[in-house]
């Protein structure tokens, strides 16, 4: 079965708790007034990505002997930690990437939390990091956007949620870190394309790889991130935007960019996507996208892709249009497609355009929510 729930997906799915659930977990341990009114108001005026945050963070500490504790919201600021702390060097991270909206009557969501929470706890395993209680995953985004709801900005603006855990042991050996710290930060942001769809160039790498077989690309790592930035430098230095990396085995098979899953739609009006072969991360939009053509009748095909047979497919016409998904950006246009043995345009077109836009209505609230997908904060 090629559309069969994946596990991420069923576990998320059977999670039902609410934020009242949830609320009230973390201590607030704030000592500073946070902005005033008219300081947020200009921030809100001119929101760029991830550069402002806003005044509180949740966080909480695992020992090794006694699990989670210490959970507490803090004034956002610098966080004290040994250059010993092990994720300096040897890099266990994890993170997490989702939004909170303000709908027209006022009242905050977000979208499928419980879809973070499981792949948090599935990278944490790849990564040998504890667990993290989905309660506890949960209740501190209520409680920071709660704290500091003033900074959900109106729609197309979203409230950037950062969850994020590291290894902060101060030792040198190597082995699993015997404390970890959870934080969530959060950075008010505007739509990704503020003036209508932008296509992306991208550069298909046949140097570089992302991740390979039994190696931690479906893990939301930080290394993963580190291994792809030279590629994206030099690709950049070529003129191209993005990063689409290929299977590590073959060097074959379409796998996704830096940090966003692909779609390839064909003018026949099948739809397809990379399957998940262990080295791609599982995407909560591509999940999402996935049940909302199911919906329209359409079964994404889950399946190996070969580059060789994608370009021949866009120079023939048979591929109309391509596009990347993730929640910054939610649905990204694909314009352009090259590497050194090609250099291929593709159209922009409706498809692309109609999932964005059944999506962010969801996320909305102006379209019905008949999967559950939309979590109420306050
Ligand atoms: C986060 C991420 C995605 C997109 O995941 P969403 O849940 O849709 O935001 C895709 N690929 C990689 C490598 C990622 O880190």
Not at 21 to 43: H, L, M
Not at 113 to 142: H, K, T, W, Y
Not at 311 to 338: H, K
Request: hydrophobic content about 45%; aromatic content about 10%; charged content about 20%.
């Amino acid at each position: 079965m090629a559309n069969e729930a994946s596990a991420i997906e069923t576990a998320a799915a059977a999670l039902t708790l609410r934020a009242d659930d949830v609320a009230g977990r973390f201590e607030v341990a704030s000592t500073k007034p946070g902005r005033n009114e008219a300081d947020i108001a200009q921030i809100l005026a001119d929101l760029k990505f991830g550069t402002v945050f806003t005044d509180h963070m949740v966080h909480m500490t695992w020992r090794l002997q006694d699990g989670w504790g210490e959970c507490r919201l803090e004034d956002y600021g610098d966080l004290s930690l040994s250059p010993a702390a092990s994720v300096l060097h040897y890099g266990q991270e994890i993170f997490e990437g989702l939004k909170a909206y303000r709908h027209a009557d006022g009242s905050l969501w977000t979208f499928r939390p419980g879809f973070n929470a499981v792949r948090m706890n599935a990278s944490a395993r790849r990564m040998a990091m504890p667990q993290l209680e989905v309660e506890d995953f949960l209740g501190s985004i209520v409680d920071l956007v709660r704290a500091d709801a003033a900074y959900v900005p109106e729609l197309p603006g979203a409230l950037y949620l950062r969850p994020f855990m590291f290894a902060s042991e101060a030792f040198l050996g190597v082995r699993p870190s015997h404390r970890f710290e959870y934080l969530l930060i959060a950075s008010p942001v505007g739509a990704y394309f503020a003036n209508g769809f932008t296509p992306v160039s991208i550069w298909v790498s046949r140097t570089y790889h992302r991740a390979g077989p039994g190696g931690t690309g479906a893990a939301k790592t930080a290394g993963n991130y580190a291994s792809s930035l030279l590629p994206q430098q030099e690709a950049a230095a070529k003129g191209f935007e993005q990063v689409c990396f290929l299977d590590a085995r073959d060097e074959v098979n379409l796998e996704e960019l830096g940090g966003m899953n692909v779609f390839v739609v064909y003018s026949d009006g099948r739809v397809a996507t990379p399957r998940l072969t262990g080295s791609i991360l599982e995407g909560g939009t591509r999940s999402a996208i996935i049940q909302l053509l199911a919906d329209g009748g359409i079964a994404v095909e889950q399946t190996a892709i070969p580059l060789s047979e994608l370009i021949a497919d866009i120079e023939s016409g048979a591929v109309s249009e391509v596009f990347a998904c993730g929640t910054a950006a939610v649905v990204t246009p694909i314009g352009r497609l090259a590497s050194d043995d090609f250099d291929v345009s593709v159209p922009f077109g409706e498809m692309t355009a109609s999932i964005h836009e059944r999506l962010t209505a969801i996320q909305a609230g102006d379209a019905e929510d008949t999967h559950g997908w939309m979590f109420r904060i306050s």
